[in-house]
């Protein structure tokens, strides 16, 4: 477990087995783990689950009898369900990994926890700061695991730029810059911020160590009423540090790149490309005082070398899934727990009502404060 510890400002903890990974889980598969919803992203959860072999029993669920089949005709072992009633009430199941639309994520996550077992709830969390703190409490009273599926942060890149970031490589953060456009997927139950933005904001909590105090975010939509297709949102944190995120449903080209700007190099990280997805620039502004000349600087342009880490290249979701059987093996704590999900869930939550009142700037809560001290 590390701490930043930051006066006068809300700290995030991040969670940590050491490199985050515990070997000590290799003793004895899970008896049975289940993934409900098989749309577009669940099968990714399948396959992993099914090619680690971290569970005697994998279990797959949807409403969708077609989506069952498909499942079964491509990893053959793998059990299906139409009613997840039916995993609720399977004594086998240790673990469920809910992957529905968003706003079946605390009802479903809920009863998981409900009926004894442990979870791991696909970004978001949930839908408002009030129901994430439910979910973080009802884990808690049953003692078992609640795990939010922030895939970057188990991403070898954002790994890296957190370990770069913590030895002070870049030196002092002055901003965050990060776009995630592509044409689709549009998402019927939640506007742009909420699918896209979610990932941007966990991996800007995790590698900043400090929550925002105040969002703002401008979004227009174009196709559905209500429902934002494109996004811009602006985190602002204490001592004049400010990330932007770019969210948008409707762009010619895939673009995931995040640009990192600290006082002594810059560092950019593009997830499209397929090798060296992080460069790190021994660029720079230093700042020279005219003695003589009291009040006046003069700047010059520091252009250095460009540094490219090696990253040892997995799937992000293999390590979540291996994570997620870990804790739940050992009853240990995610690196993404309930309280990471909430964090995400409370910028999101202001990002929201920025959003409605059209772009003001709102001061994120500290819903934290009473999700951690109701637990004494
Ligand atoms: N981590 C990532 O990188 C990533 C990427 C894409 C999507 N996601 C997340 O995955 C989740 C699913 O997204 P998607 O794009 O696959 O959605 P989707 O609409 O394609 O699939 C959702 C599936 O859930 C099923 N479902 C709904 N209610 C159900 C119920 N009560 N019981 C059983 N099945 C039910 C639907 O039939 C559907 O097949 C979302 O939370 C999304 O945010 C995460």
């Known amino acids: 477990m590390s701490e930043f510890a930051d006066a006068g400002e809300t700290v995030v903890r991040v969670a940590r087995n050491g490199d985050g990974a515990d070997r000590s889980s290799q003793t004895r598969p899970l008896r049975g783990v289940a993934v409900v919803g098989l749309g577009y992203w669940g ?8 090619q680690l072999r971290r569970a005697e029993r994998v279990v797959a669920c949807d409403l969708d009898r077609e989506r069952c089949e498909r499942i079964r005709g491509l990893f053959p072992g793998v059990e299906t369900c139409a009613r997840f009633e039916d995993v609720l009430e399977d004594p086998d199941i240790e673990g469920v990994i809910i992957a529905t639309p968003v706003s079946r ?3 479903m996550a809920r009863r998981v926890l409900e009926s004894g077992k442990s979870v791991l709830v696909e970004k978001p969390l949930a839908m408002s700061p009030a129901e994430a703190t439910e979910l973080v409490h009802l884990a808690r009273e049953g003692g078992r695991v609640l795990m939010a599926g922030h895939t970057f942060e ?3 890149p954002v790994l890296k730029i957190h370990e770069v970031i913590s030895a002070g490589e870049l030196g002092e953060v002055f901003y965050v810059s990060s776009i995630r456009a592509n044409l689709g997927l549009f998402q019927h139950d939640v506007n742009v911020v909420w699918d896209l933005a979610t990932h941007d904001i966990s991996i800007i909590l995790m590698i900043m160590g400090r929550m925002p105090r105040a969002v703002s975010c401008h979004g227009q939509s174009h196709y559905r009423g209500g429902v934002e297709d494109v996004a811009l949102l602006a985190l602002h944190f204490a001592r004049n540090v400010i990330a932007f995120i770019h969210v948008s449903w409707l762009d ?3 673009i995931r790149r995040t640009t990192i700007v600290g006082s002594r190099k810059m560092l950019v ?3 499209t490309a397929l090798q060296e997805k992080i460069r790190i620039y021994d660029k720079g502004v ?3 005082r005219y003695y003589d000349n009291f009040g006046e600087f003069q700047f010059s342009y520091r252009y250095g070398d460009i540094q ?5 290249e997995a799937e992000p979701l293999k390590a979540e899934c291996e994570h997620f059987a870990d804790c739940i093996h050992n009853a240990s704590t995610p690196r993404t727990d309930g309280l990471s999900g909430l964090r995400v869930v409370s910028v999101l939550h202001a990002a929201n009502l920025s959003l409605k009142q059209g772009g003001r700037k709102v001061p994120v809560e500290n819903f934290l404060a009473g999700a951690i001290d109701e637990r004494r």
Request: charged letters at 25%; glycine letters at 0%; aromatic letters at 18%.
């Open 43 to 50: 099968p990714n959860w399948v396959r992993n689950l099914y």
């Open 105 to 107: 994520h605390y009802p």
């Open 154 to 156: 188990y991403s070898a």
């Open 252 to 254: 010619p080209n895939k």
């Open 269 to 271: 990280y593009d997830d």
């Open 286 to 288: 230093d700042v020279h």
């Open 308 to 312: 490219i880490p090696r990253l040892e």
